[in-house]
Structure formats: structure tokens, C-alpha cells
């Protein structure tokens, strides 16, 4: 089973990594039964949404670009 390291939630939105990821790097969104998977690098762009609201995409995309470096710095932390 992979495991889900949960970074941090904020409006409901919970971003995670899966514990077996790999490049590019990227964190997943979720909020209910949708999802979004995010590239961070070298830019911010939408891999997949599946089921996420626009609404909850839009802020997803925000975080993203907002905690970029950090949600990086935790990849690499992660993964090595």
C-alpha cells in the first residue's frame, strides 16, 4: 500500500505526495473525491484534475505556486 505523506491542508485542500512518486516533481491536491496532480519544476502546471471543483483547482494552483519552494524542499526531503 503507498503510503500518503500529508504536507500541509489549507481551505480543505490537502496536499500529499505518494510515498512511490516520481519525476517530475510533483505534489497531488485533493478536496472531497477530486484530485489534481501538479508539476512544480521547473514551473507550475496542471498534470491531471480529476473531480476537482474550478473553484478549489484555481486555489490549489495558487498554493502551489505560493509554497513552490517549500512543497520542493519537502520532495526532495522525502524522497532524497
Known sequence: MNTMPTLFIIF?????FYSNE???????AEKGDGEAKIELDPDIKLIYNKGLKQSDLKKAMKIAKIYQDDLIAEWHKYFG
Do not use: T
Not at 480543505?12 to 500529499?16: A, E, H, Q
Open 12 to 16: 480543505g485542500l490537502r496536499f500529499f
Open 22 to 28: 516520481h519525476l517530475a516533481i510533483h505534489v497531488h
